[in-house]
């Protein structure tokens, strides 16, 4: 059984840093791109970051670019995102997610499998 | 940056009735796009991808349809645990979600 937990978040302050983290178990991790998505409370889901199975390849939005790095660690079987210069706007459920097919399939960027999700909150 | 329009924004059906959700993009995703459920203080469930093809265990009266630009899930004869938000999203530029449709029970 595929499972993602997520864990790292919290409350923070504006300008304040968090790292997040997935760990992934009951699949073949290096094969598969992993995803951030977040959730802010009552909104629609919003797409932040992907990571190559390889781990060489990152994306970011425009959103988050320059403030949020996403990595992974193939022999740990996790997934990370550290984030900085926090805004308000940032307070949201943070997902990860499992891409759906495997290495260089183009359904890698679909989201087959999520977590629970983390909640950060962003507030003085 | 592609932008999904989904409508509409709120849907109210009776159980046994048919959903049909729309999703339209700012611009051609040939038929890179995906359907997605979710239910109160649950994650996201992926339903359907590159437009038509059933995720995993979703029942068949889940359909996807559309390319270029207009896309539709239908949904036939709703149960009461399809009632639930519905989100599109593509992959054609990156990635990017619809701002979801509630399915409600009328």
């Known amino acids: 059984e595929v499972q993602l937990v997520e864990s790292g978040g919290g409350l923070v302050q504006p300008g304040g840093s968090l790292r997040l983290s997935c760990s992934a178990s009951?699949?073949?991790?290096?094969?598969?791109?992993m995803h951030w998505i977040r959730q802010a409370p009552g909104k629609a889901l919003e797409y932040i970051a992907s990571?190559?199975?390889?781990?060489?390849?990152?994306y970011c939005t425009d959103a988050v670019r320059g403030r949020f790095t996403i990595s992974r660690d193939n022999s740990r079987n996790t997934l990370d995102l550290q984030m900085s210069s926090l805004r308000s706007d940032d307070t949201a459920i943070y997902y990860c997610?499992?891409?759906?097919?495997?290495?260089?399939?183009?359904?890698?960027?679909?989201?087959?499998?999520w977590g629970q999700g983390t909640l950060v909150t962003v507030s003085s | 940056e592609i932008v999904l329009t989904q409508s509409p924004a709120t849907l109210s059906l009776s159980p046994g009735e048919r959903a049909t959700l729309s999703c339209r993009a700012s611009q051609s995703v040939s038929t890179y796009l995906a359907w997605y459920q979710q239910k109160r203080g649950q994650p996201p469930r992926l339903l359907i991808y590159d437009a038509s093809n059933r995720a995993t265990g979703i029942p068949a009266r889940f359909s996807g349809s559309g390319s270029g630009t207009d896309f539709t899930l239908t949904i036939n004869s709703l149960e009461p645990e399809d009632f639930a938000v519905y989100y599109c999203q593509q992959r054609s530029d990156w990635r990017s979600f619809g701002q979801g449709t509630k399915l409600e029970i009328k």
């Open positions: 997610a499992k891409g759906l097919g495997m290495v260089a399939a183009g359904t890698r960027g679909y989201f087959d499998q």
């Open positions: 990571v190559s199975s390889d781990g060489e390849n990152t």
């Open positions: 009951g699949f073949a991790f290096s094969q598969y791109a």
